[in-house]
């Protein structure tokens, strides 16, 4: 099975930025999509960033033009680019792998808390 694991998770200020990473333990070069979802406390998940097979990305309004997501095919990774973090921002980030099996595997998530 595959096991997804996030890291870059952090506190920052208001404006600033930052990276995170979600490796993953099995082969993830074949996939019907890949992403980044949020939960910020007393709210269900919602998606983040999402990065289809054929390349297309798709972004919450919210973030778009903020955020970025891409992947490292040869060593198994997904990030995600975050910048001018507002404070609104603070959740906890999941990542999200939905396989060519139509099996979808989640992180434990990584904390991003921002301060205004």
């Known amino acids: 099975q595959v096991q997804l694991v996030e890291s870059g998770g952090g506190f920052v200020q208001a404006g600033g930025s930052l990276r995170l990473s979600c490796a993953a333990s099995?082969?993830?070069?074949?996939?019907?999509?890949m992403g980044w979802y949020r939960r910020a406390p007393g709210k269900q998940r919602e998606l983040v960033a999402v990065l289809s097979s054929g390349g297309t990305t798709n972004y919450a309004d919210s973030v778009k033009g903020r955020f970025t997501i891409s992947r490292d095919n040869a060593k198994n990774l997904v990030y995600l680019q975050m910048n001018s973090l507002k404070a609104d921002d603070t959740a906890v980030y999941y990542c999200?792998?939905?396989?060519?099996?139509?099996?979808?595997?989640w992180g434990q998530g990584t904390q991003v808390t921002v301060s205004s």
């Open positions: 999200y792998v939905l396989s060519t099996l139509w099996n979808d595997y």
């Open positions: 099995g082969s993830i070069t074949s996939f019907n999509a």
